[in-house]
């Protein structure tokens, strides 16, 4: 009987994990303050008897605006609504996105919405989790709302990690003398030098054996005979 519990336990196991851990979920979903992330909400298809026709994302009031890439068979629509206050040119913040797709993600599918935006650089610090909620529809009606803040519920919301930034490595100065560069010799050729030596010692001993030979010439001359 025991044998029998455990085996069931592990099939049911096998069977469940793919559906516990198709989420709506952002990746990639750890970013730093301040940074602009390109980000892509992921959704899966839970259902074996219906497609995803739809889903809608709900932005948080710390990401006032975002860009979108634009899908190849889903319609994308974006409610926004006034700021109380205007952030620099900016009146309107967007409130939610929705992205309504024929043909629906099918059953054993899924999609990928590309996005990017300006994550705040003051207000959040290391560890915090910026939610956004989002609601997924069937084919068949069914809707999924995928809006809890705890990750480890059987819906939570997607959402971005604040990470630390990275501390960027400061160079080291370049080392500086007070003295001053010796002068660098020209380069000179030692072969060339050899040579000069050789062509000096060479006339030299020309020029010397030639006044010897005019001495010996002096002295040994006879002298002319003389006619009175």
């Not at 068949?140 to 819906?155: K, L, M």
């Not at 100065?173 to 010692?201: H, L, Q, Y």
């Not at 054996?209 to 010996?216: D, P």
Request: aromatic content about 6%.
């Amino acid at each position: 009987m025991l044998r029998r519990t455990v085996v069931f336990i592990a099939v049911m196991a096998v069977v469940m994990s793919p559906v516990a851990m198709a989420h709506v979920t952002i990746q990639t979903s750890e970013w730093e303050p301040g940074s602009r992330p390109r980000v892509v909400v992921r959704v899966p298809n839970e259902r074996d008897n219906a497609t995803t026709t739809s889903v809608t994302v709900q932005f948080p009031e710390q990401v006032p605006t975002a860009r979108f890439m634009a899908h190849p068979f889903c319609e994308r629509e974006t409610q926004r609504e006034p700021l109380a206050e205007p952030i620099e040119e900016l009146t309107e913040r967007i409130v939610s996105v929705t992205w309504t797709c024929d043909p629906g993600i099918a059953t054993d599918g899924f999609e990928e919405f590309a996005m990017s935006f300006a994550l705040p650089e003051e207000g959040i610090a290391e560890g915090d989790e910026i939610l956004f909620p989002a609601t997924q529809t069937y084919s068949n009606g069914e809707v999924v709302e995928w809006i809890d803040p705890d990750p480890e519920a059987e819906a939570p919301a997607p959402r971005i990690t604040i990470v630390a930034p990275e501390e960027e490595a400061e160079e080291a100065p370049a080392a500086t003398s007070t003295e001053e560069a010796a002068p660098v010799p020209a380069a000179s050729s030692g072969d060339d030098d050899d040579n000069m030596s050789t062509v000096a010692i060479v006339f030299g001993i020309a020029g010397l054996a030639a006044g010897l030979v005019a001495l010996g010439v002096a002295l040994f001359r006879k002298p002319k005979a003389t006619t009175a």
